[in-house]
């Protein structure tokens, strides 16, 4: 099958910086679209950013100036750049993926979740 892993995830002051990753492995024969959701104790997850095979990008407005998402197609592999972090961006980070499998000759798409990472902004 496929496995999303993220890491990057942990504790940072507010103004500061962290870099998020995202790899994929497993039985790929490409992936499409791939992004980063968000989900804050007692709300309900929301898309951070995400980012197509060609490098097309689209992010929330919430955080549109400070992060940044880009890809490494070769590693399959997706960063989120968080910059000017501020408290309210607290939450567990999950990284999302459309991959694109061959199977015994035909080829479907599977949508595949991370188990996340947490990310605490606080003095």
């Known amino acids: 099958q496929v496995q999303l892993v993220e890491s990057g995830g942990g504790l940072v002051q507010p103004g500061g910086s962290l870099r998020l990753s995202c790899a994929a492995s497993?039985?790929?024969?490409?992936?499409?679209?791939m992004g980063w959701y968000r989900q804050a104790p007692g709300k309900e997850r929301e898309l951070v950013a995400s980012?197509?095979?060609?490098?097309?990008?689209n992010s929330a407005d919430s955080v549109k100036g400070r992060f940044t998402i880009s890809r490494d197609n070769a590693k399959n592999t997706v960063y989120l750049q968080m910059n000017s972090l501020k408290p309210e961006d607290t939450a567990v980070y999950y990284c999302?993926?459309?991959?694109?499998?061959?199977?015994?000759?035909?080829?479907?798409?599977?949508?595949?979740w991370g188990r996340g990472t947490l990310v605490t902004v606080s003095s």
């Open positions: 980012i197509t095979s060609g490098g097309s990008t």
């Open positions: 497993g039985s790929i024969f490409s992936i499409n679209n």
């Open positions: 999302k993926a459309t991959v694109l499998q061959l199977v015994e000759g035909r080829y479907r798409y599977l949508e595949v």
